[in-house]
């Protein structure tokens, strides 16, 4: 089942509950991205979405979410380890 999902990945410097909600997808996005799979066939999988019908929405989706997924693993992993310590 695919969770639901914005078209535009929060941005900002906090964790959001959003993020909270997504790790998997995030991991998914990285494993793909590592994987040297097509953006075209990530979206499609992690996301249900058609890129031959919406192409620049499908992109946006992709990279709004995979450059959060890089955020997580350089700075929002942190705000996660704190919720697990406090």
């Keep these: 089942m695919i969770e639901p999902f914005e078209d535009i990945a929060p941005s900002g410097r906090e964790l959001t509950d959003y ?18 799979a097509r953006w075209e066939e990530a979206v499609q999988v992690l996301f249900g979405l058609d890129p031959v019908r919406e192409p620049q929405r499908c992109r946006h989706i992709y990279d709004s979410h995979l450059d959060r997924a890089r955020w997580m693993t350089h700075i929002g992993y942190r705000h996660l380890l704190r919720q697990v310590h406090s």
């Design 19 to 36: 993020d909270r909600s997504h790790v998997k997808l995030y991991v998914r996005l990285l494993d793909a991205a590592a994987e040297g």
